[in-house]
């Protein structure tokens, strides 16, 4: 057994424990040593015989060890052999079914001797479901709802997940000799929300002759996250990783790097639509080269940028690749100076400790100025959301009082006092109006009673933005990607009456938000609403994560001029006023 099929044994038999409602501490640790083996250099089956050096390896105690050498042994653990007795393999994948956890999964075996999304989904549309304990019409009604999404959303990665995925790929190709340029394309380089499967370019000299192109698949194929090869040639290699995610790896050599990252980035109708350009201009455009038609003879390919100039086009960023315009805006040299993360000045929603939050006022603010901004906004919840210890009107008194004290003690960097304030179901603000009119930055969002009338919602929402405190509206569809669809509403409305009360509009840009979609962000720039990109912070690390939604926002052609917090600081508190200029 390698290491890879150690890892996952060990992965399969978390789940099943999950499943069975074991103990969490016991399923963490087969998980945190099936991650370790998985990446460590050494075959575990050569050194199993040597425990000491077995138990070096972080992540493995005495209690696994046992079960490696059980392992080994047997070529099974007794554990996963007993538990695969009481269920069946297919109920891992119930498991990625959202709202259908552990518990409910052993209650419908135990009931039905069922383990699989089809079975269960024949279940829950015979009202079998409904019967059993804890269980109602309504459970089984988002069951289904739940499986019909999964279904639409399996094979699609949140943007950072994807990321993640690359880097850590992209770290193990950088240490084999020989390859010099590596590089995701594809929708992730364009910034989507979501992916479906990662492209990633490599050229270099291990990629130009057929013998080295073989050691260099070879290396490819030793990756320690991959689960199986999905296929492999002289020049490339796909596979899939644990969590599912595809992946294609194309060996280039240099003179073609630059034609496969425009070819392999995409859009495809944004390739299509050049290929086009490329023939009424006497050359063929392919993966390869940006070629003479007649001669065949490659007249560009090593980098993007001279192929778009060959083109008589401004290089075009990848994040505008969707035939949108971008081609005809590049002929005429009017492509706009898109955002980018150096132009914020400042990241003003975030959570402390007071709430939901897991840090301090102060390390928020540290965090913060580390980034280099020169003002942040803190902006707990309101008292609505219960479970996230929401603040009333006395609490929210005394949040500002702290959060004007920690400002003053703070130098380089100006605090913000704010409050993240729930949108009642009826439009109402969850703070009295005297409270909110104390605050610098006031952000009103719908955190629940999502199943309204698009017509009520509608309604719900101009009374939110009409409030003369709201300052932004926050995560302004609720959708949460993969999970939730938006509410529905009339975009055309909120963005017209936003435009009037001078009421900006939030890009949240934590991954499972992305709210506004690049879309939408769109509307809002043509209706004259501005924009405040924003991380919804509840850990100081989050801030990090301000750099989605900067990608959001060039997909949109977003500049600096449409978004606020690119302001310095005294026009920024006047916007947040309705001072906008």
Known sequence: MDNKSIATVLYETADLLEIDGQDSFRIRSYRNAAQAIENHTEQIRDIIS?????????????????????????????????????????MLQLLKIQGLGPKTIALIW?????????????????GKIRELPRMGEKHEQKLLKAIEDYRRISGRFLIDVAETEAKKLTDYLAKFAGFDKITPAG???????????????????????????????????QYPPLMDIIGQGDNKISFRLRNDLQVDVRLLPPESFGAAMQYFTGSKAHNVALRQRALKMGYTLNEYSLADLKTERPVAGRTEEEIYAKLNLEYIPPELRENLGEIDAAEKHTLPTLITLDDLQGDVHMHTVETDGRNTIEEMADAARVRGYKYMAITDHSKNLAFANGLDDKRALAHIQRIREANDKIE??????????????????????????????????????????????????????ANPNTSIIGHPTGRLQLRRDAYQFDMDAIL???????????????????????????????????????????????LDKIRYGILQARRAWLTKEDVLNTLPIRKFANAMKHAWN
């Open 50 to 90: 040597e425990p000491k050096k077995v138990l070096a390896i972080p992540g493995i105690g005495k209690g696994m060890l046992v079960n490696l050498q059980e392992l080994f042994k047997d070529g099974q653990l007794t554990v996963q052999a007993e538990l695969l007795k009481k269920y069946h393999p297919s």
């Open 110 to 126: 135990s009931a039905y001797q069922v383990s699989d999304v089809d079975g269960v989904e024949k279940l829950a549309r015979e």
């Open 187 to 221: 929708s992730l380089r364009r910034g989507r929300e979501t992916v479906g499967d990662l492209d990633i370019l490599v050229a270099g000299t291990a990629c130009c002759s057929p013998e080295e192109r073989q050691k260099s698949v070879r290396y490819i194929a």
């Open 412 to 465: 380089g960097l100006t605090i913000f006092a704010g409050i993240e304030v729930d949108i009642l179901a009826d439009g109402d603000l969850d703070l009295s109006d005297d409270v909110l009119a104390q605050m610098d930055v006031v952000i009103a969002s719908v955190h629940s009673v999502f199943n309204q009338e698009p017509a009520k919602m509608t309604e719900r929402l101009l009374k939110a933005v």
């Open 496 to 542: 017209t009456a936003a435009a009037h009360h001078k009421v900006a509009m939030e890009l949240n840009s934590y991954p499972d938000r992305l709210d506004l979609n690049d879309v939408h962000l769109r509307q809002a720039k043509q209706r004259g609403v501005k924009i405040v990109i924003n991380t919804d912070s509840h850990h100081a690390s989050h």
